[in-house]
């Protein structure tokens, strides 16, 4: 006979319970990549990307290739998009130079780069940018070649609107892209093939029918100032002058287009050791110096504001001049010269439409055949580039690793060279995957 024994319930006086749980596993903490100052500021557009990532399912493959896209191709399309701007500048210059009494050249670039320079140290001011008057120590020989070389590309482009059609100015300034790239190659040791030098030489072919001289054209009348019909086409109202000043202000054009080229070089030169209203402020102050002594010593007749359309028209075209120089410096600072500026041929789109727009014109026939040579040129060289290491060793940007792989494409420098990049993308990659296996293991 068993007897029931009673028992007691006691509650430990501390609780001590050796059971596992994931909750309390310690999870090894994986720090950040580190990256290159480029890399530590976001642009707003990528916050307004990382909220586009929150959308149906369906469309997330859209906005990863879109995503990639601009992510893969952000200089050359702040150049492109810089485009507009530079032809609504130039509209705005032709009209100025349609007055009663035209703005003299000298006088317009002194102003619009005064205009220019104030936005510069206005916004380095403000934003607490360093060395803002004379940039960084390392670049400042650089930048100065960029103010010296940008300011003959303006004075040629501005002194050719004076005697050609704003789509033939446009036109001239398509050379740019050929020449800088033959120059890269031969001062930066950038490739540049034999075909780009064939499409190159018939762009040479484009500007002579543009210029029409008159060694292979005969001797032509004086071009009409009022819209009559020339060559078979109809004239230009805002395009005078005799054959011979028509053939100074091509050549001046081309002068421009070496100049353009000698400040691509030196932004490209410069990269990300500088900021980029370094640059334009060097630019718009050697722009404002060297056309206030030019003054000085030519002399020339000073046109003063009688209209307050004239103010107007001024000061919109220092605004979209400062804007349209930040785009590109900005593009150029990103992509490769051979590839980044071939972003500028969009402007013969927005060239032919304002001009059609503004000034109801139409280009001669033999402008028309010229520009088709020169735009079949660069087309032909843009479609037959070759892929480069650096182009095709990019990853993908999915909304899986979009955090490194998109910001990396945006906002990497590119005075690194390309074993550095490489690298750097490696890392991140292999961080990545680390993560994500530490935070499968917590998960199992």
Request: aromatic share 10%; glycine share 8%; hydrophobic share 45%.
């Amino acid at each position: 006979m068993s007897a029931a024994k009673g028992f007691t319930v006691y509650s430990p006086d501390t609780s001590d319970f050796n059971i596992p749980s994931p909750a309390r596993e310690r999870i090894a903490f994986i720090p950040a990549p580190e990256v290159s100052i480029q890399h530590s500021k976001r642009s707003g557009w990528y916050d307004s990307y990382k909220r586009m990532v929150r959308c149906p399912r369906a469309l997330r493959p859209l906005v990863s290739r879109w995503a990639r896209f601009v992510g893969e191709n952000s200089g050359l399309l702040l150049i492109a998009s810089a485009q507009l701007f530079f032809a609504l500048m130039n509209v705005a210059v032709k009209m100025l130079n349609s007055l009663d009494e035209p703005v003299p050249t000298l006088e317009l670039m002194f102003i619009r780069m005064l205009i220019t320079y104030v936005c510069c140290i206005f916004y380095m001011l403000v934003t607490g940018v360093p060395d803002p008057w004379l940039g960084p120590k390392g670049v400042r020989l650089l930048l100065v070649t960029r103010g010296f070389s940008g300011f003959f590309g303006l004075f040629g482009v501005y002194f050719s609107l004076n005697y050609l059609s704003l789509s033939d100015t446009t036109v001239l300034t398509f050379l740019g892209p050929l020449t800088t790239a033959a120059a890269a190659a031969l001062i930066l040791r950038e490739k540049f093939t034999f075909k780009e030098g064939i499409a190159g030489a018939f762009s040479l072919v484009g500007v002579v029918l543009i210029a029409r001289p008159q060694f292979l054209f005969g001797t032509a009348q004086r071009v009409p100032d009022h819209g009559h019909i020339v060559e078979g086409g109809h004239g230009d109202p805002f395009e005078r002058g005799t054959p011979a000043e028509r053939l100074l202000a091509v050549g001046l054009s081309l002068l421009g287009v070496l100049g353009g080229a000698g400040a691509a070089l030196s932004i490209r030169k410069i990269g990300m050791r500088a900021h980029a209203l370094h640059s334009l402020n060097a630019f718009s102050a050697y722009c404002v110096v060297a056309s206030g002594i030019a003054m000085l010593w030519q002399q020339p007749h000073l046109v003063f504001p009688k209209r307050i359309e004239w103010i107007l028209m001024l000061l919109f075209i220092g605004v979209v001049g400062f804007i349209a120089q930040t785009m590109v410096t900005l593009g150029i600072q990103r992509e490769t010269i051979s590839r980044g500026l071939m972003g500028n041929y969009v402007q013969i789109i927005f060239a032919t439409a304002f001009e059609r727009i503004f000034f109801h014109t139409t280009p001669s026939p033999l402008s028309i055949f010229g520009t088709l040579i020169i735009m079949s040129s660069a087309i032909y060289v843009a479609l037959t580039k070759d892929k480069t290491k650096s182009s095709t060793a990019r990853p993908d940007v999915t909304l899986d690793n979009d955090e490194g792989a998109l910001e990396e494409g945006l906002l990497r420098g590119e005075g690194q060279d390309e074993d550095t990049e490489l690298k750097e993308r490696h890392e991140m990659k292999e961080t990545r995957e680390d993560k994500i296996e530490v935070e499968s293991r917590a998960k199992a």
